[in-house]
């Protein structure tokens, strides 16, 4: 993928096969459990069964969009984080660090980017999400390409800092 924007891709973080599967089908169970319930309780308490019904459609619309993301995943290039639809997520220059550890706020198997500038929010179920000065990458996507993706952009900020100092 050398046409990708920002350079040459050097890491590709792709969704987990297993981890997307398992993901889509305890939405579908939760979406169809709610949808049974709430129609059964709907004769007698109404604004329960209303209730019910909301919940396991937002269950059922969850599903379909996790299972829409399938196909996506996030590339680390030389001078930034894209998409595998060539959106750009942040430039590496605009990194001010990266969370990994386990008390950060951030996705199952993945890693948080803190930013200099505030971003449009954006949201990939399981892959990526983005909000104000955040990006989180991971949930469902393979845990070691995530882990090695955030050690990459660790070094090159930790290079980076070290030679604005110097």
């Known amino acids: 993928m050398s046409d990708a924007p920002g350079g040459d891709k050097e890491l590709e973080l792709q969704v987990s096969p297993p981890r997307h599967m398992l993901t889509v089908a305890v ?20 604004l329960s069964g209303v209730f019910l019904l909301v919940l396991g459609a937002l269950a ?52 948080r980017v803190k930013l200099k500038s505030r971003h449009a929010r954006g949201w990939v179920p399981g892959v990526w999400w983005r909000s104000g000065k955040s ?13 090695a993706m955030a050690d990459v952009l660790a070094a090159r900020l930790a290079i980076r800092d070290k030679t604005t100092t110097s």
Not at 30 to 46: D, H, N, Q, Y
Not at 71 to 100: H, K, M, N, P, Y
Not at 135 to 147: E, K, L
């Open 60 to 111: 059922g619309f969850m599903a379909w969009r996790v299972w829409q993301a399938r196909s996506q995943g996030v590339v680390l290039t030389r001078d930034a984080l894209i998409t595998f639809d060539d959106q750009v997520l942040c430039t590496v220059d605009d990194i001010d660090r990266v969370e990994r550890s386990i008390f950060a706020v951030k996705p199952s198997g993945g890693f």
């Open 135 to 147: 990006i989180g990458i991971g949930g469902i996507t393979i845990s070691p390409q995530a882990r």
């Open 27 to 46: 939405f579908s169970v939760l979406a169809f459990f709610m949808v049974s319930l709430g129609i059964e309780i709907f004769a007698g308490t109404p």
